[in-house]
């Protein structure tokens, strides 16, 4: 079965730049549409940036320009390289498949995701 441990979390300046990691085990990523999703605290899980098996991307106006991702297919592992980051920017981040997430048991299955701060 599917499983997802993202890293690279921590705590950053305003402005700092951070690369979260994705590692997949179960699944091939590079078969799949993915995404890198984020939940701030009280608000809903958004997508920020999505890449496709193809090796298409698309980022959320929010993210876009500061926000890079990408796929190391050898490591089975994606990335989300993040630039100038701003404290509207700090939430858990989770990778997932996109559009349509992977479940486990007909339950949605996220993994524990990485914690990002923006601050000073």
């Known amino acids: 079965q599917v499983q997802l441990v993202e890293s690279g979390g921590g705590l950053v300046q305003p402005g700092g730049s951070l690369t979260l990691s994705c590692a997949a085990s179960?699944?091939?990523?590079?078969?799949?549409?993915m995404g890198w999703y984020r939940r701030a605290p009280g608000e809903q899980r958004e997508l920020v940036a999505s890449l496709t098996s193809t090796g298409r991307t698309n980022y959320a106006d929010s993210v876009r320009g500061r926000f890079g991702i990408s796929r190391d297919n050898a490591k089975n592992t994606m990335y989300l390289q993040m630039t100038s980051l701003k404290p509207d920017d700090t939430a858990v981040y989770y990778c997932n498949r996109h559009p349509t997430v992977w479940t486990r048991n007909d339950i949605d299955y996220w993994g524990e995701g990485t914690l990002v701060t923006v601050s000073a």
């Open positions: 179960g699944v091939i990523l590079s078969m799949y549409s």
